[in-house]
């Protein structure tokens, strides 16, 4: 392998598909620097579990469609842990899994091998996905690479740990209450929470519940809207999915038109506690927002009721999907999972169905607010990357979280909405990790959410520095 050809994982995808197509490289050099990029840096930072081996590698090579129409053209995909992968070690991130091997890959890895991917490995997660910090008793804890004392956040903690450091150029992630967003801007990468049924995703015991989606997560917006074309279908397994646009989100960003906006904000919603680093974040972002023409006013959809909504909605989801855990041995469980099945137990019909109410409220009051604004910026998080040994966010602004969702509120409130969301760095905090915003359209507006979102990102630094080494060291 020359120089050249060894360092490939330090250029984008775009460039490295435009390479592929030119046939100035083959798939077989792009597979071999991003599996050698992993052997070098995946040890200090633990964010890939499962990773494959040479036997393993040459059957993808010789297995692979070679198909000049294909979106991905052989690239390397990392897929996360809560995907099955046929003949992939899948473990959930739990003990009880440990050992698992799919007999068979669910939709999402399926459409994105259907559309040139190659599956080489499985990015950590939280056990079972539950929280935004990314630690389990199978594989430990998956370091910032900006900052390794701190979180990368979760549940796609792996995912957006690997982009950073240049270990893949994509990386499938799954969004609830901010799984996507929150580690996208915490490792200075870029992730998508589309519409539900955008990109179809299941089997499922649970199909209709469309608060979980799974989304492409890559290292800056061109990136991302490549991997976007590869993961929307539409799959008749999936009850929840559509027949979105035939036109690639890709090529409309590349051709998009200036346009200037009408554009909503907050840093709390009123409601939510938020750190001082996050607030004087959202003020520095919106002098970008405006310096390139765009109105804003601090005007947002009433949130009032998100967490109660959002809780019950939650805690009803894990007890549908989850509650056969406590027939195994609990001390194999983390206390939190258990503790998020048993919120259920208490919940009643009529609770339940206040919660149904008050998501309807919420999406009317936010479909108000878009008759009127293109876009709304919210933070992703309501703090910067925290130290990797706490479980999670206790106390901010005064505010005490007895559990491990509330300090989520602030992205689990937009997954009420069903409004796609787009998370990035605009910052870096103290401790010299990035984190930032994420910006909400109205639903079905992916394109034009995308060409936005790259517009901002061209005005500042943080994707032309990814990837990066670990600790930010030079290379």
Known sequence: MNIETKNLWKKSASEIIALINKKEISKEE???????????????????????????????????????????????????????????????????????????????????????????????????AAGSHTYNSVFGLTRNPWNTSLSAGGSSGGAAAALATG?????????????????ASWCGVVG???????????????????????????????????????????????P?????????????????????????FTDDFGI??????????????????????????NTYPDMSKSEYCFQTLRAYMFYCTYKTLLKKD?????????????????????????????????????MKFFDKFDFLI????????????????KKVEGTSFDNYVSWLMIAA?????????IALATTFSKDNAPFGIQIVAPPHKEQKLINFARSLEENINISEMIPINVNNEKF
């Open 30 to 128: 792009v597979l071999d620097s991003s599996l050698n990029r992993i052997k070098e840096v995946n040890p200090d930072i633990n964010a890939i579990v499962t990773l494959i081996n040479e036997d393993e590698k040459k059957r993808l090579i010789n297995n692979f469609n070679n198909s000049n129409d294909s979106i991905l053209k052989g690239m390397p995909v990392l897929i996360k842990d809560m995907n099955d992968v046929q003949n992939m070690r899948t473990t959930y991130g739990s003990k009880l899994y440990a050992d698992h091997i799919p007999k068979k890959s669910d939709i999402v890895v399926e459409t994105i091998e259907k559309n040139g991917g190659l599956i080489i490995g499985k990015t950590n997660i939280p056990e079972f």
């Open 167 to 183: 270990m893949s150029w994509f990386a499938s992630g799954s969004d609830l209450g901010g799984s996507l967003r929150n580690p």
């Open 192 to 238: 998508l929470r589309p519409t539900s049924g955008l990109v179809p995703h299941g089997p499922s015991n649970f199909p209709f519940f469309n608060l979980s989606v799974d989304g492409p997560m890559a290292r800056n917006v061109i990136d991302l809207s490549i991997f976007l074309d590869a993961m929307v279908d539409h799959n008749k397994n999936d």
């Open 240 to 264: 929840l999915s559509f027949k979105g646009t035939k036109n690639s989100y890709y090529n409309n960003l590349l051709e998009r038109k200036e346009s200037k906006y009408l554009i909503g």
């Open 272 to 297: 939510f506690p938020c750190d001082k680093e996050v607030r004087d974040m959202i003020l520095n972002t919106l002098k970008l927002v405006q310096s390139l023409g765009h109105d804003v006013s």
């Open 330 to 366: 609990k001390s194999l469980i983390k206390e939190e999972v258990i503790w998020n099945i048993n919120k259920a137990k208490a919940i009643n019909i009529d609770e339940l169905l206040e919660a149904e109410k008050a998501r309807a409220i919420i999406y009317n009051n936010t």
């Open 378 to 393: 919210v933070p992703s998080s309501i703090v910067p990357p925290f130290n990797s040994q706490e479980k999670w966010v």
């Open 413 to 421: 409130s937009i997954s009420l909405t069903n409004c796609p969301s």
